[in-house]
T-cell receptor, first 114, second 113 residues
Framework: SAVISQKPSRDICQRGTSLTIQCQVDSQVTMMFWYRQQPGQSLTLIATANQGSEATYESGFVIDKFPISRPNLTFSTLTVSNMSPEDSSIYLC???????????FGQGTRLTVV | QKEVEQDPGPLSVPEGAIVSLNCTYSNSAFQYFMWYRQYSRKGPELLMYTYSSGNKEDGRFTAQVDKSSKYISLFIRDSQPSDSATYLCAMSAGGTSYGKLTFGQGTILTVHP
């Protein structure tokens, strides 16, 4: 497994502002992903965080709204930009190691936009 | 139609019962199948991982995959109150989709003493 630390664990933000969520892993991993879990819903993949290059976004998610950085093999950030109440969700970081299809998740960041 | 369908429940059982959780899927490219357990206000925790069809057992948990029917199951034997959580099935196609998981809606399970 992997020890994944997400910060902040929760936040309440004003609409129109932006929040950056950090994901730190205790060892190098090949793949890092960001998911969203809306209230009462399951997890939806936002994007793959690529080390040294632009993230790969899933249908319905765009870079202007969810810019992602991955400067190295153990760290990534997700920014939720120009927030609206519809962005209120849990945002989760997920990691996988080379040659291992098992995916592990952080504790999530619970975001409330008011 | 969603790619992965999972009965959201809620499911309530007495302690010691056998629990059966199920998912169906439509994408025949899925090759990797996982079950996660999510406690309230926590991230998903990987319970079981299987590749292709067959059974896999780990303690009180058994995962089954039937690719011909596009159907997967998780069985929990001798259920305990500590098993009360949301159970999520997840799947991946591998290849260029390696690591990208498609989740079911999750089943809320309560095991009462």
């Amino acid at each position: 497994s992997a020890v994944i630390s997400q910060k902040p664990s929760r936040d309440i933000c004003q609409r129109g502002t932006s929040l950056t969520i950090q994901c730190q892993v205790d060892s190098q991993v090949t793949m890092m992903f960001w998911y969203r879990q809306q209230p009462g819903q399951s997890l939806t993949l936002i994007a793959t965080a690529n080390q040294g290059s632009e993230a790969t976004y899933e249908s319905g998610f765009v870079i202007d709204k969810f810019p992602i950085s991955r400067p190295n093999l153990t760290f990534s950030t997700l920014t939720v930009s120009n927030m609206s109440p519809e962005d209120s969700s849990i945002y989760l970081c997920s990691v996988q190691r080379q040659g291992n299809t098992e995916a592990f998740f952080g504790q999530g960041t619970r975001l409330t936009v008011v | 139609q969603k790619e992965v369908e999972q009965d959201p429940g809620p499911l309530s059982v007495p302690e010691g019962a056998i629990v059966s959780l199920n998912c169906t899927y439509s994408n025949s490219a899925f090759q990797y199948f996982m079950w996660y357990r999510q406690y309230s206000r926590k991230g998903p925790e990987l319970l079981m991982y299987t590749y292709s069809s067959g059974n896999k057992e780990d303690g009180r948990f058994t995962a089954q995959v039937d690719k011909s029917s596009k159907y997967i199951s998780l069985f929990i034997r001798d259920s305990q109150p500590s098993d009360s959580a949301t159970y999520l099935c997840a799947m991946s196609a591998g290849g260029t989709s390696y690591g990208k998981l498609t989740f079911g809606q999750g089943t809320i399970l309560t095991v009462h003493p």
